[in-house]
């Protein structure tokens, strides 16, 4: 009974091993969007606002369709409007895409104001019970300083953020080539 474990682990690794280019494309794919992101910000947000347009459209339609066929599994109002939003957001996404990426970040700049007036009042009313409130009061200037950005100029807003998920997509897609050829040693 001891080696049940162990054989199941086996076998476990050895599924994992014969799938490990499954990995590595999931990696390359990564550091293509990653390179793209970072050498074409505004067409690589483009692209993603795209993209999720089509998701939204596809997910809205479906969602109308179980709103007439009795099978939403939630209150039909409800499943009507959450439908009709994401039709909504989807073809405005789909339509123009770069207009959303910048309504988005619209979002984020208001978030990131929000935020850092948070992190201010609350480093003010902690600051006894606490060392350090400092770090939170330079954490909500900083915040707030990024919104202003953002919001005064929401093209870069996206840029820089398009710029920061290009990044970020190059260093996961190489961590996923590394992985996937160690994974190839367990076949």
């Known amino acids: 009974m001891s080696q049940a474990p162990e054989l199941r682990t086996t076998s476990l690794l050895s599924l994992v091993g014969r799938s490990w280019w499954v990995v590595l494309l999931y990696g390359l794919i990564a550091i293509g969007f990653g390179l793209i992101a970072i050498a074409r910000p505004l067409s690589a947000a483009a692209g993603l606002a795209w993209a999720i347009g089509v998701m939204a459209l596809v997910e809205g339609l479906v969602s109308l369709f179980a709103v007439f066929s009795g099978n939403s599994g939630a209150p039909r109002g409800w499943a009507l409007v959450y439908a009709l939003a994401s039709i909504g957001f989807g073809a405005l996404a789909v339509i123009n895409p770069l207009v959303t990426a910048k309504v988005l970040v619209l979002?984020?700049?208001?978030?990131?104001?929000?935020?850092?007036?948070?992190?201010?009042?609350?480093?003010?009313?902690?600051?006894?019970?606490?060392?350090?409130?400092?770090?939170?009061?330079?954490?909500?200037?900083l915040a707030i300083v990024l919104g202003v950005m953002m919001f005064?100029?929401?093209?870069?807003?996206?840029?820089?953020?398009t710029l920061w998920i290009g990044i970020g997509s190059l260093i996961y897609g190489v961590l996923q080539v590394v992985v996937a050829f160690r994974l190839r040693k367990l076949r």
């Not at 700049?109 to 330079?138: D, M, N, P, S, T």
């Not at 005064?152 to 953020?161: D, E």
């Open 107 to 141: 979002l984020l700049a208001i978030w990131l104001i929000l935020a850092g007036v948070y992190r201010i009042v609350f480093a003010i009313r902690v600051r006894r019970q606490i060392e350090g409130e400092w770090l939170l009061i330079v954490s909500g200037v």
């Open 152 to 161: 005064g100029n929401p093209l870069g807003g996206v840029a820089v953020t």
